[in-house]
């Protein structure tokens, strides 16, 4: 495994503006490399800033100075149908809220990032079914959201996640919304896809959490500490 | 942007997702469109009834109305129709139509007036034509057994009646008609015959509900003085434009020009048409206001549901979606809305029509169809853009942290 620099950022700023004159600056020059195959875990209190780091991360934002660049493109100049094609070819996201579609099974659910890639619909299915068997979900294919537990449909989240084969995962609380068993369980499953070479970058508020990644990211109040 | 075709499988499976949201928001539009198919239908229906009526009374008959008709000249007035009731024609002016000559062959008269018919506690409610034998003779109606009304009763206006067979069988039965008595205005007739049920009673009325009197008795039951419609006929079809002026200059001589009409065949079914054109198109966009109300519905349902769907949107967005495929999904979801609607409206409309088609004559057509497809499709773009945008334009961080 090549390790390359996946996604970098150099004095990253970026600033809110709430009202007329507030300006609340969430970033305040951060500079991070993440490399191919690593497992970053960004942790720091709420308020840090680790979310907004996230947003720009995971290219759902762009910073208000300063360069992220993924797979060697600066974001700052994409238009957003560009960003959006980015996302879908680099970035698997797992979300705390897992986010399924409701009343939608778990074949058409991981499919869905595939549609958006204009993947013919036998070779989703294909790829749908084989993501979903890697998460241990091989046997509730057609089962919809309602049908599964917490921890099922995070499975299905990361299934999600992993179908496009992205350069990166990034994971956003992902155990937040679960009881510690199935938490220990996504948590297992992640250092496993880690070790299988999948970049995984896991957000969190906790520190017990963040010490399973090989390198831990600290934000406070908008920089790296 | 991701074809069209996939988007298309998208926004249906989300409409399938919320199947009973789905349908009560394509109600409005279900409503709207049978609503525009079956009043056209019924509009276009007695339109065509009234057309084929109209062409079943002969070609060469020329129609002498009171008042002001529109149409005649072939300019359109809305409301305007024939004066019945303040009639200035005579019997003097039929005869002397009859006796002008030239291209006018013969000319007969008739007061029409719908009232009921009785014998020995059994009534009818028929229409009493009082006419004279040219009239009869003009307009193909004759009796089937025992004598029509001839010159003779007209002259001595005497109170003698030829019942058509639906009026014959409600009063009598099966019995004996001819030589029996019926009670028309408070004055007794004596049955002299039954209305053949060939011939036409025009104006689309069947004349087996019909009762031939002579006009001079129909003046005396029903207290009026001149005669409420005069038919002539042209002797080539060729000559009826010149028929029409003699007739036309004769009664010029001693009426006004508002107080009667000489009208063709031609031009008596243009003015009826011209009229329910008007009625069936009022109708229809009657009608047609539901289906924009339909389309408010969609708009609203859709708005509703984008701020529903907000989380949907934003992972969507998250995971590649662009802000087009987004828009055209939603779009197309109103579209499918509308149309899905506007489709079964239209077999709505069209069983209805068929149903009503027992009662009134209806005829369905493609371009109320085409129309109420069309519109629909339309409501679905126009009130489907603005939700569309909505959805499109959602920031995909907002939407994802939206509860």
């Known amino acids: ?225 | 942007m991701i074809s069209l075709n996939e988007v298309t499988k998208l926004a249906i499976k989300s409409l399938l997702r919320n199947k009973t949201r789905s349908i009560l928001t394509m109600l409005g539009i279900i409503i709207g469109v049978s609503a525009v198919i079956l009043l056209v239908a019924i509009g276009q229906g007695l339109q065509n009834y009234i057309t084929t009526q109209f062409e079943s009374l002969g070609s060469n008959v020329i129609a002498v109305l009171p008042g002001k008709v529109g149409g005649e000249g072939g300019g359109f007035s809305p409301g305007s129709g024939p004066n019945f009731s303040g009639t200035k024609l005579t019997l003097k002016d039929v005869a002397d139509i009859a006796k002008l000559g030239g291209s006018v062959e013969s000319a007969g008269a008739a007061i029409q007036n719908p009232t009921s018919v009785s014998n020995l506690g059994k009534s009818k409610y028929a229409t009493i034509v009082g006419a004279d034998a040219n009239y009869l003779q003009i307009r193909n109606l004759t009796a089937s057994s025992g004598r029509q009304v001839n010159e003779g009763d007209v002259r001595v206006a005497r109170n003698v009646a030829v019942v058509g067979s639906s009026v014959a069988e409600k009063l009598f039965g099966t019995g004996q008609v001819v030589g029996k008595q019926v009670a028309i205005g408070g004055q007794k007739f004596e049955v002299i015959g039954i209305l053949s049920k060939i011939g036409s009673g025009g104006f689309g009325i069947d004349s087996s509900n019909f009762v031939i009197i002579p006009v001079t008795s129909a003046q005396k039951a029903f207290g009026i003085k001149g005669v409420q419609s005069i038919v002539a006929n042209a002797d080539k079809k060729e000559n009826i434009p010149l028929a029409i002026s003699q007739i036309k200059k004769l009664l010029g001589k001693r009426l006004k020009e508002d107080d009667f009409s000489v009208l063709d065949q031609a031009s008596l079914v243009d003015s009826i048409n011209q009229i329910l054109g008007v009625v069936t198109l009022a109708l229809g966009g009657i009608a047609a206001i539901s289906l924009v109300v339909g389309g408010v519905g969609i708009m609203n349902i859709m708005l509703v549901s984008v701020t529903e769907r907000t989380r949907e949107i934003g992972l969507r967005k998250a995971v590649g979606a662009k802000p087009q495929d987004i828009l055209i999904q939603f779009l197309i979801e109103a579209i499918v809305l509308s149309l899905g609607g506007g489709m079964i409206g239209v077999a709505i409309g069209a069983l209805g029509a068929w149903g009503v088609n027992h009662f009134i004559a209806t005829s369905v057509t493609f371009w109320s169809v085409t129309l109420a497809f069309g519109v629909s499709a339309a409501v679905g773009v126009i009130f489907g853009v603005a939700p569309a945008a909505r959805a499109s334009k959602l920031n995909p961080i907002e939407a994802l942290k939206y509860e």
Not at chain 1, 127 to 144: F, N, P, Q
Not at chain 1, 166 to 195: M, Q, V, Y
Not at chain 1, 202 to 219: F, P, W, Y
Request: proline fraction near 3%; avoid cysteine.
């Open chain 1, 1 to 225: 495994m090549a390790n390359h620099s996946l996604i970098s950022l150099s004095n990253v700023k970026k600033s809110y503006k709430l009202g007329e004159d507030v300006i609340v600056e969430a970033l305040k020059g951060i500079n991070l490399e993440i490399k191919t195959g690593e497992f970053v875990a960004i942790t720091g209190p709420s308020g840090s800033g680790k979310s907004t780091l996230m947003h720009l991360i995971g290219i759902l934002d762009k910073p208000t100075s300063g360069i992220v660049s993924l797979d060697g493109k600066d974001i700052a100049k994409l238009k957003e149908e560009e960003l959006a094609t980015l996302r879908n070819k680099h970035i698997g996201f797992v979300f705390q809220a897992f986010n399924l579609l409701p009343k939608t099974s778990a074949i058409e659910n991981v499919e869905l990032p595939l549609i958006y890639s204009k993947v013919k619909s036998t070779e989703r299915k294909t790829r749908a079914i084989e993501a979903l068997k890697s998460v241990g979900l091989g046997e509730r294919l057609d089962h919809t959201p309602a049908q599964l537990s917490g921890g099922q449909q995070q499975r299905v989240a990361i299934a999600r996640a992993l179908v496009t084969s992205p350069s990166l995962i990034l994971a956003d609380e992902p155990t937040g919304n679960l009881d510690s068993k199935s938490g220990e369980e996504i948590l297992k499953l992640l250092k496993d896809l880690n070790k299988k070479g999948n970049t995984i970058v896991l957000v969190t508020h906790e520190q017990d959490i963040a010490r399973q990644a090989k390198r831990i990211v600290q934000v406070r109040d908008g920089l790296i500490v």
